[in-house]
Nanobody
Framework: QVQLVESGGGSVQSGGSLRLSCAASGLIYSYNTYCMGWFRQAPGKEREGVAAVASGDRTNYADSVKGRFTISQDNAETTLYLQMNNLNPDDTAMYYC???????????????????WGQGTQVTVSS
């Protein structure tokens, strides 16, 4: 059974940084790889894609975080990271990592594409 556990959230002031981690377990690489991404959901808003890893060591980011956030994986592809710099209050949200098995990863930021989800970690940015 695939399990994703996020950590690293917290409270910071504007301009601060946080590094989120997502530990994945139960991944079976028989025929597919696992496409991984970060999403966030603020109170009263829909869940939105933040960053995703694509095949060929490519990455994809939402326009709102380009140049500030960096997504990465460890070599074993069991831990996903999100380095968040220059945070602002609009970044306040619950952050989730998610994954789905597939032969090719497009770097999708559509939540409907993802099958497995973590419980989330809260990020709060104060001005």
């Amino acid at each position: 059974q695939v399990q994703l556990v996020e950590s690293g959230g917290g409270s910071v002031q504007s301009g601060g940084s946080l590094r989120l981690s997502c530990a994945a377990s139960g991944l079976i690489y028989s025929y597919n790889t696992y496409c991984m991404g970060w999403f966030r959901q603020a109170p009263g808003k829909e869940r939105e894609g933040v960053a995703a890893v694509a095949s060929g060591d490519r990455t994809n980011y939402a326009d709102s975080v380009k140049g500030r956030f960096t997504i990465s994986q460890d070599n074993a592809e069991t831990t996903l990271y999100l380095q968040m710099n220059n945070l602002n209050p609009d970044d306040t949200a619950m952050y989730y990592c998610a994954t789905y098995p597939n032969g090719y990863c497009s770097g999708s930021l559509f939540s409907s594409r993802y099958r497995y989800w973590g419980q989330g970690t809260q990020v709060t940015v104060s001005s």
